[in-house]
């Protein structure tokens, strides 16, 4: 077992009376009047569709809930953590993007700041990296440069650095959204252990993973209040009997929902192109680290072949930190490779150097659609309508194909609001359309089912078929065994990485097991 608990302070207990959060530029309130009482030591699973305040909620329980332009407060009513008004620093909290949590150039510095701003001796601090990181499953090392990870490792280095702390209040949200399969069991395992004496809330889309090991579920529905509270076999009943969530939540035992229907033609890309849109032979990628100390370059990829069709969706398969977003970046004319050559069809190049790494901004804009793993990196406009319609107003194109994307994506409701004040799932979807809306002949997506709920889910993947079937070559590079069935029903088309190598095909075998829906009990085990 990893120790995490000596000196640990008592679980807290949370209080919130009549709480409502209005964020700055919103219309109406993301959480409305929220009553929650959890007790010390209890574990809650906080659910919902996607943009139902879930993350807000444990911002408020966290005390880091921003005030308005003018000072004036985002939140009302009564927030008590172990019966005072929530502060920072009383709980640990593990927010959705992991970049967030970055304060360090190096990994065991990043883990090390919290205990150290407790005042700890030395020893004690680096004994609770050393039993975070070995908790989180963090394996690649306190030396390791925090902007060589990938992700799911970034992810598993944030939730290290909230158990080096160890606070009497966990609040996670979405700890495991970016990691296989088998690396999400480890550390949601880890989480469970390190949770033992504390009071734990966790945000997951997951519900079959996490109903089994909790006390009690809070469903919040769209209108920011909770629609059902109980014990996890009686909330999720009432989920799926329709009383809540609306065929929103990712209920166990559910069938996957079909990708959504999007109109023939929407998503034409201009130019056409036929064949192999991208060939590329040997690729390789050293980083060449950067840091204060003298570090060994990394090697990314090795030696990778693959070709990019048209008229088709080409998933990138393999472990978190295997290399799958560096080849996407690659494969998007992003990062030159160290080794190898990438060349484009004569038709997608059109009079360019083939090599789309040499081409300018303008050029690779109206030729690919960028969907990134943190999708605020995409966002330049104040506006979620004028980011959507960014690329192709700088193209020259209309707002016609933008405005359409929004209403699919359930975004048009939003078009005023400032991009990063979305929920993590609204900034995917809105990244998503951003890069559709010009029209692009390549699509290269990294994690775009990450933070949906069934109903996002199916439009997104309904958006990424639609853009093959339309003509466009599309890569994306997920963990999600739904959407690698449903763009690859045959699993021979995947391209595997392992250490940054190609491993040969991967044959998707289908959606993880699910608990049959009539098996998930009041809560865990005594």
């Not at 469970?192 to 504390?198: I, P, S, V």
């Not at 680290?289 to 990314?300: H, S, W």
């Amino acid at each position: 077992m990893v120790e995490l608990t000596r000196a640990a302070p008592a679980a807290l207990r949370v209080r919130v009376r009549g709480l409502s959060v209005t964020p700055p530029g919103a219309a109406r309130p993301v959480l409305s009047g929220v009553d929650l009482d959890v007790p010390a030591g209890q574990r809650v699973l906080l659910a919902g569709p996607s943009g139902s305040g879930k993350s807000t909620l444990l911002r408020a329980l966290a005390g880091v809930v921003e005030e308005g332009p003018g000072g004036e407060p985002a939140a009302t009513g009564e927030v008590l953590v172990g019966g005072e008004g929530a502060r920072p620093g009383v709980a640990g909290l593990l927010l959705q993007d992991p970049q967030d949590a970055v304060v360090a150039t190096t990994a065991g510095r990043d883990t090390a700041f919290g205990p150290e701003n407790l005042a700890l001796a030395r020893e004690e601090v680096w004994r609770r990296v050393a039993r975070a990181h070995a908790a989180a499953r963090f394996t690649a090392g306190r030396e390791r440069e925090v902007v060589t990870l990938s992700g799911g490792e970034r992810q598993r280095l944030a939730l290290a650095g909230v158990l080096a702390l160890a606070p009497g209040l966990l609040l996670l949200d979405e700890p495991t959204s970016m990691l296989d399969a088998p690396t999400a069991d480890a550390v949601r395992a880890a989480v469970l252990e390190a949770a033992d004496g504390r009071t734990l809330v966790v945000v997951d889309h997951d519900l079959a993973g996490w109903a089994p090991h909790v006390d009690r579920v809070v469903l919040l529905g769209r209108d920011g209040r909770p629609a059902a509270d109980g014990p996890p076999g009686r909330v999720l009943a009432v989920g799926a009997g329709g009383g809540a969530g609306d065929g929103e939540l990712w209920l166990p035992g559910a069938p996957d929902p079909a990708p959504a229907d999007v109109p023939a033609g929407l998503l034409a890309p201009r130019p056409r192109v036929g064949g192999d849109a991208l060939v590329g032979e040997g690729l390789g990628l050293v980083r060449r680290r950067r840091g204060l100390r003298p570090a060994a370059p990394a090697t990314v990829l090795t030696g990778v072949d693959v070709a990019v069709p048209t008229g088709r969706v080409t998933p990138l398969t393999g472990a978190s930190g295997s290399g799958k977003s560096s080849l996407l970046g690659v494969l998007a004319g992003l990062t030159r490779p160290t080794a190898g050559d990438l060349r484009a069809a004569a038709a997608l190049a059109a009079r360019l150097r083939p090599q789309p790494w040499r081409w300018r901004s303008r050029e690779l804009a109206a030729r690919a659609g960028w969907v990134p793993q943190t999708p605020e990196h995409a966002f330049v406009r104040p506006s979620v309508r004028a980011e959507a319609a960014a690329t192709a107003a700088a193209l020259g194109l209309g707002a016609d194909r933008s405005d359409a994307l929004l209403e699919l994506l359930g975004l048009a409701h939003r078009a005023d609001v400032d991009p990063f004040r979305l929920s993590g799932g609204e900034q995917r979807r809105l990244a998503l359309a951003g890069a559709l809306a010009a029209g692009p002949a390549v699509l290269l997506a990294d994690e775009p089912t990450v933070g949906q709920d069934r109903r996002t889910w199916s439009v997104v993947v309904g958006l990424l078929r639609a853009a093959a079937r339309d003509g466009a070559a599309v890569v994306v590079s997920s963990h999600d065994d739904r959407l690698l069935g449903a763009v690859d029903p045959a699993g021979t088309a995947a391209v595997h990485l392992d250490a940054g190598r190609r491993v040969g095909g991967h044959r998707v075998a289908g959606p993880p097991a699910r608990t049959p829906a009539g098996a998930v009990g009041a809560g865990r085990a005594s």
